[in-house]
Nanobody
Framework: QVQLVESGGGLVQAGGSLRLSCVAS????????MGWFRRSPKKEREFVAG????????DYADSVKGRFTISRDNAKNTVYLQMNSLKPEDTAVYYC????????????????????WGQGTQVTVSS
């Protein structure tokens, strides 16, 4: 069992930055691929970014490429999402998720591949 707790959300003006953190419980964090998803009133939950267990491979939604960066620190059981140049359309609840895919070198992009989810943190970008 893995429990995920997100933090770092808030209100920011367009063009600003936020860094989300997700702390995982359990000793097997390093064996999970991790992902960030988001859900807004206008969209279903969508993939934002993901990272493999080793951190060597990452993937991003086209809408955030060049602006968001995902990283992880396995020693701290933590995955991060650095969000720069934020836009009003980035407003959403952001969720951290863990996928038990072992040592796969490909980032899971489908939410159905993720086994554990956090409660979410609200990000609001004002224009």
């Amino acid at each position: 069992q893995v429990q995920l707790v997100e933090s770092g959300g808030g209100l920011v003006q367009a063009g600003g930055s936020l860094r989300l953190s997700c702390v995982a419980s359990g000793r097997t964090f390093s064996s999970y691929a991790m992902g960030w998803f988001r859900r807004s009133p206008k969209k279903e939950r969508e993939f934002v970014a993901g990272i493999t267990w080793s951190g060597r491979s990452t993937d991003y939604a086209d809408s955030v490429k060049g602006r968001f960066t995902i990283s992880r620190d396995n020693a701290k059981n933590t995955v991060y999402l650095q969000m720069n140049s934020l836009k009003p359309e980035d407003t959403a609840v952001y969720y951290c998720a863990a996928a038990n895919v072992g040592t796969a070198v490909v980032v899971p992009g489908d939410l159905r591949e993720y086994d554990y989810w956090g409660q979410g943190t609200q990000v609001t970008v004002s224009s």
